[in-house]
C-alpha cells in the first residue's frame, strides 16, 4: 500500500532531508519519539496544523512554506469536522483541495458514473434530478464547473486514480440514449497516465456489497456520500476499513480492453434505442 504520497508528506520528507536531520533527531529537538516523526512522514497519522508547522519550523522552513504546511495539515481537518445536508459548491471546493493534495485516489461509485467521468451533459441530469439540491442555473453552472474542473485535472501532477463503478450502472439512462452514448464513449476513449477505470461485470460473483460511493484519498482520508450528506472520514480504522472493500472490489473488477469492451456493448444498445 502507498503511503506519504500526499503533498504534506512529501513536504514534511523533503524539508527534513534538506535539513539533514534524522527522523530521531527532529523528534528529539520538540520532545517526540522517532516513531511519531516517521508516522507523520508516511501518513499513516494525520498531522494537526500545530504540530506540522513545529516540525516545518524545525527543519528551517521559509515562512511561504509554514504557511503551506499548516493550510494543509488543516484542510483534512476541517473537512472532517462537517457534514453536507446537501452537495454544495463550498463542499465541492473542499473535496477539491484535499483530492489536490493526494498522491493515490481510489473511487467506488455503485449508482452513477464517477463524477470526474462525467460529461457536462450527465452531470446536468445528476444536480437537477428528483431529490437533488434545488439550485438556481447560476448554481448548476458553478456546480458543472467545479466538477468539470476536477475531471480536466485527470492525469496531471503524478497523482494516480483508479475509479470502479459497476456495469449495471452503465444501464441506468440519464436523459437520453444520446447522452448516455457520448458519456460512455468518453470512458472508452479515455487515455490519461495515473489513471485506471475498472468496471465490475454483470455476472461477477460478489465478495462485499458496498451499497454506497466513497473515495479513499492516500491512506489518510475517506470521502463518504450518500443522497444527503457528504463527510470525510480521518479516523485511520474507518480509512482502512475502506481501503480494504476497495481491493476486494478492485479484484472484482475489469480494466483495460476488457473494460473497453462492456462500454462497446454498453454503447450498442443505446444505438439500438434511437
Known amino acids: 500500500m502507498t503511503t506519504g504520497g500526499d503533498e504534506l508528506s512529501r513536504t514534511l ?21 522517532q516513531a511519531k516523526v516517521s508516522r507523520l512522514e508516511t501518513g499513516r497519522n494525520l498531522s494537526s496544523p500545530d504540530d506540522a ?35 454544495t459548491a463550498e463542499a465541492q471546493k473542499r473535496l477539491a483541495a484535499v483530492e489536490k493534495s493526494s498522491a493515490r485516489i481510489r473511487t467506488y461509485s455503485p449508482a452513477v458514473i464517477p463524477g470526474v467521468l462525467q460529461t457536462a451533459d450527465y452531470m446536468r441530469a445528476i444536480f437537477t434530478a428528483p431529490g437533488s439540491k434545488p439550485r438556481t442555473p ?19 501532477d503524478g497523482q494516480e ?47 462485499v456489497f458496498p451499497l454506497h460511493t466513497w ?21 485511520l480504522r474507518e480509512v482502512a476499513i475502506y481501503s480494504a472493500l476497495f481491493d476486494q472490489l478492485e479484484h472484482m473488477a475489469m480494466f483495460g480492453e476488457a473494460c473497453r469492451e462492456i462500454l462497446t456493448r454498453a454503447v450498442h444498445r443505446y444505438r439500438e434505442l434511437t
Not at 16 to 33: E, F, H, I, K, N
Not at 61 to 70: F, H, L, M
Not at 138 to 156: D, M, N, P
Open 13 to 33: 520528507r523533503r524539508l527534513r532531508d534538506a535539513s539533514g536531520m534524522s527522523t530521531r533527531q527532529a523528534g528529539s529537538s520538540l520532545g517526540w519519539s
Open 53 to 87: 508547522v513545529a516540525l516545518a519550523r524545525v527543519y528551517g522552513a521559509d515562512p511561504e512554506t509554514v504557511a503551506r504546511v499548516a493550510e494543509l495539515a488543516g484542510e483534512v481537518k476541517a473537512f472532517s469536522r462537517r457534514a453536507y445536508l446537501n452537495p
Open 138 to 156: 447560476e448554481q448548476l453552472a458553478e456546480a458543472i464547473e467545479l466538477r468539470l474542473s476536477r475531471r480536466a485535472a485527470l492525469g496531471q
Open 161 to 207: 486514480f483508479t475509479l470502479i463503478t459497476t456495469e449495471g450502472v452503465l444501464g441506468w439512462m440519464a436523459t437520453s440514449p444520446r447522452v448516455m452514448i457520448d458519456q460512455l464513449e468518453r470512458i472508452s476513449g479515455l487515455d490519461l497516465p495515473g489513471v485506471r477505470v475498472g468496471i465490475i461485470p454483470w455476472g461477477t460473483r460478489a465478495r
Open 215 to 235: 473515495d479513499v484519498y492516500d491512506s489518510r482520508a475517506v470521502a463518504v456520500g450518500t443522497a444527503t450528506a457528504t463527510a470525510l472520514l480521518t479516523n
